[in-house]
Nanobody, 123 residues
Framework: QVQLVESGGGLVQAGGSLRLSCAAS????????VGWFRQAPGKEREFVAA????????YYADSIKGRFTISRDNAKNTVYLQMNSLKPEDTAVYYC????????????????WGQGTQVTVSS
């Protein structure tokens, strides 16, 4: 089975930056598109960003456009989420997932998920 492991989360002050990593292992290959989602306390899990294998198709949620950047290094089987200008409302558990369907922002079109990494932004 595919294994996805997120890392890079932590505690940061508002306005700061973090870079999350999503490393794939197991039977996965780096040609699959990958998405980032997040879930804040008391809220539904929401789409953040997605990228395909060639990095030619990239999607961002409106809430983070201009602040976050998704990228990937296929040689390392790793997808990154660079988060700048962080706000307290960005506090959430961040998950990466492999997409196997055609709907970029829909949870049902992702089949393998990581365990999540906590991002906490203090005011």
């Amino acid at each position: 089975q595919v294994q996805l492991v997120e890392s890079g989360g932590g505690l940061v002050q508002a306005g700061g930056s973090l870079r999350l990593s999503c490393a794939a292992s197991g039977r996965t290959d780096y040609t699959y598109p990958v998405g980032w989602f997040r879930q804040a306390p008391g809220k539904e899990r929401e789409f953040v960003a997605a990228i395909n294998w060639s990095s030619r198709s990239i999607y961002y949620a409106d809430s983070i456009k201009g602040r976050f950047t998704i990228s990937r290094d296929n040689a390392k089987n790793t997808v990154y989420l660079q988060m700048n200008s962080l706000k307290p409302e960005d506090t959430a558990v961040y998950y990466c997932a492999r997409r196997n369907g055609g709907r970029v922002t829909k949870l049902d079109d992702y089949d393998y998920w990581g365990q999540g990494t906590q991002v906490t932004v203090s005011s």
